[in-house]
């Protein structure tokens, strides 16, 4: 590929602009990446030689990042199927009291999405909780619906989900230095969610006696003790962290230990499985894991894709020169990217996973520090990935009975939660730091 003259950017920019509006349409996403890398290809003066080549060369280059993400399904599994997830949310809600509701539910939702489940499944775990103790203190759904969004969103940019996974090997990054680094930015985000949603407590439809009554019909007898739910994620955190504390701390012994999360991920999880005493459902439970992986596994082919023809093409070399003639500073490429390619998807895992892909090497180019990159992307896949195009949206609106309506009234107190965490990692990472 690199013995051959460039695509034209506008080619590159073409396929990028197509796959986002055959997504826009409800054309499947990995077919709609795939479509437009080699339309943009043929628009920007492939040969036919030169497509096979981009789409090898790009699909190759994320195999990194599939192995990891199908990974971290193991842990991601063991945590939903078990009801290891949910007996942690229970017992944050518990020990705060519902006079602290809106607080436990954000810190709920926050926690068990930081532990490797999925956000849209984390908000589906927390929310017959929160019809309960919203139905029992008054509480409206738009606040509790805000609160828990807000809180998996905190979580989400702390977790080793695939969209963590992608901004950190988008900047050739160990996963445990990207969830550090997204730690004070989260913490900025559950501020600004409780406090927004405690605003909002009064406004907007209530909960009713009967959609109350739903967390009391679940059977919860056989979920794990909060002791042995918390084995496998406690593992998983400490592993990953062990270099990067040993790196702050100057400790030579913990900065020579280099673990990944290829496997740590699947040994906190099978750990956890045991310390539960149910090693007989390690092949239920991480086949789950797996098949609730699959579909970003496959979108993240198809993100291979449009980056091999941003590699082919120019269009870097020409949006760096773009920025410079501005004079905008060009570490604000990295939010705006995360921003723009989560809206066009409506997915944060989906946006990062493009954004790092295609405008990741003019990131680098400006000379912002990979950390940074990474953190400002991922951030910036926080603010409006929860539009109406996405699965996200729907899958929240149904686990509070809102109507579309009532759904979409959300979308601007969700981005600013998003916003502020995205402003916090610009400032932090961009000017201070």
Known sequence: MHAIAPLSWYGALSGLLIAIALILKKVNPVYSLFLGAIIGALIGGGSPEQIISLLTSGTQSVMGTVIRVLAAGVLAGMMMESGAAETIAQTIVKKLGNGKAILALTLATMIITAVGVFIPVAVLIVAPIALSVGHQMGISKTALLLALSGGGKAGNIISPNPNTIAAANGFHLPLSNVMIAGFIPAL???IVTVFVASLLKNKGIRVTPEE?????????????????????PAI????????????????????????DAMYVLPIAGIIGL??????????????????KMTATVLILIGAGAIAGLIAASDLSAQVVHLISSLGISGMFLAPISGILMAAATA??????????????HTISATGLAPVASAV??????????????????????????????????????????????????????????
């Open 376 to 433: 400002m992307v991922h951030t910036g896949a926080t603010v409006i990935d929860q539009l109406p195009q996405g699965n996200y949206f729907h899958v929240t609106a149904q686990s509070m009975n809102m109507t579309i309506e009532q759904r979409m009234g959300l979308i601007v107190y969700e981005a600013i939660v998003g916003g502020t965490m995205t402003i916090v990692a610009t400032m932090l990472y961009g000017f201070i730091l």
């Open 188 to 190: 900025c985000g559950l």
């Open 274 to 291: 045991v310390a539960m005493g149910k090693t007989n459902k390690i092949i239920a439970f991480t086949s789950s894991g797996l098949e």
């Open 236 to 259: 998983a955190i400490v592993l990953l962290m062990l270099n990067p504390l040993g790196a702050i701390f100057h400790i030579d012994a913990l900065t020579a230990i280099k673990l």
């Open 347 to 360: 997915s944060t895992s989906t946006g990062v996973i493009l954004a790092t892909g295609t405008f990741g």
């Open 212 to 232: 109350a009554a739903v967390v009391n019909i679940r059977d919860t007898k056989n979920y794990p003790t909060l002791g042995k739910s918390v084995v496998a």
